[in-house]
């Protein structure tokens, strides 16, 4: 049986990638990561890594006085999750006008094309 992928929230995305990129940190490490990227205070980044453990996104280890944040969930999980949601919600389902969308709107050069080209090729034959 899967686990269900809890919802991210927009907001908790960028705590997320945090933690994914740069493993186990303590919140202090996330904020310290965060300060040059976004307005928000540390009191702010804090709750949203409270959130992020009682949605089950994010396990919390304790480490004599501290606590060390790690992600719980695996990220490309969580992409492909918030990927078929998005496509659920704006494309009612429909995968073609949803690719075309993203293709025509992208700026992809050759090897990207090249790269889209073979996942389809690999797709048609199952």
Same mark, same amino acid.
């Given at each position: 049986?899967?686990?269900?992928? $809890?919802?991210? #929230?927009?907001?908790?995305?960028?705590?997320m990638q945090v933690l994914w990129e740069h493993g186990p940190q303590t919140a202090n490490g996330v904020v310290s990561?965060? !300060?040059? +990227?976004?307005?928000? /205070? $540390?009191?702010?980044? /804090?709750?949203?890594?409270?959130?992020?453990? *009682?949605?089950? #996104? @994010? *396990?919390?280890?304790? +480490?004599?006085?501290?606590?060390?944040? !790690? #992600?719980? @969930?695996? +990220? !490309? #999980?969580? @992409?492909?999750?918030?990927?078929? !949601?998005?496509?659920?919600?704006?494309?009612?389902?429909?995968?073609?006008?949803?690719?075309?969308?993203?293709? +025509?709107?992208?700026?992809?050069?050759? *090897?990207?094309i090249d790269d889209i080209q073979k996942i389809l090729k690999q797709k048609r034959k199952g």
């Open positions: 049986m899967t686990r269900e992928l $809890p919802r991210i #929230a927009d907001s908790e995305w960028r705590v990561t965060l !300060s040059g +990227e976004v307005k928000w /205070k $540390p009191r702010t980044i /804090k709750t949203l890594i409270s959130r992020l453990v *009682k949605k089950g #996104a @994010v *396990k919390v280890t304790e +480490e004599g006085y501290r606590y060390r944040y !790690s #992600a719980a @969930v695996d +990220e !490309s #999980a969580c @992409v492909r999750s918030e990927t078929r !949601s998005f496509v659920r919600r704006v494309y009612q389902d429909a995968m073609k006008p949803a690719l075309a969308a993203f293709i +025509e709107d992208a700026d992809l050069s050759d *090897k990207e």
